[in-house]
């Protein structure tokens, strides 16, 4: 089963753009530059403010039975310091390695809290490394 939450009452609703959303624009410009071949980065404010970078270090078309969970996957979390539930500009941010194929012989990412810019450069270091 699985369940979700939604949050009527979530700042990010009725066109209004979530927190964390020049975060969002942030990582874009520094990790869309043809780093890997599959990369999505969603932002919202549902539980918390939050950036999610999922990426694939194979192509769409060698994924084991289409699936990304079959490939060289890993995904990227991007909260606010400390547990708070909403961003506000100008704060840390907690950038954290959520989920990796067992496939890939990685170098170990470190959870850390700092700038944005700093986070997203650690990221960066990281798929350069993994490459």
């Given at each position: 089963?699985?369940?979700?939450?939604?949050?009527i009452?979530?700042?990010?609703?009725?066109?209004?753009?979530?927190?964390?959303?020049?975060?969002?624009?942030l990582?874009?410009?520094?990790?869309?530059?043809?780093?890997?071949?599959?990369?999505?980065?969603?932002?919202?404010?549902?539980?918390?403010?939050s950036?999610?970078?999922?990426g694939?270090?194979?192509?769409?078309?060698?994924?084991?039975?289409g699936?990304?969970?079959?490939?060289?996957?890993?995904?990227?979390?991007?909260?606010?310091?400390?547990?708070?539930?909403?961003?506000?500009?100008?704060?840390?941010?907690?950038?954290?390695?959520?989920r990796?194929?067992?496939?890939?012989?990685?170098?170990?990412?470190?959870?850390?809290?700092?700038?944005?810019?700093?986070?997203?450069?650690k990221?960066?270091?990281?798929?350069i490394a993994?490459?």
């Amino acid at each position: 089963m699985t369940l979700v939450v939604t949050d009527i009452d979530r700042p990010d609703v009725n066109g209004v753009q979530p927190k964390m959303y020049e975060v969002k624009s942030l990582a874009f410009q520094e990790l869309y530059a043809d780093l890997i071949p599959v990369m999505d980065i969603e932002c919202n404010d549902n539980l918390m403010s939050s950036v999610i970078i999922s990426g694939s270090f194979d192509e769409r078309k060698d994924w084991v039975n289409g699936y990304w969970n079959n490939s060289l996957y890993f995904q990227f979390f991007i909260t606010p310091k400390d547990g708070k539930r909403y961003y506000e500009l100008g704060e840390n941010v907690t950038v954290e390695l959520n989920r990796i194929s067992y496939k890939i012989a990685s170098k170990k990412f470190r959870k850390y809290t700092g700038s944005p810019e700093k986070a997203i450069a650690k990221i960066k270091a990281w798929i350069i490394a993994n490459k």
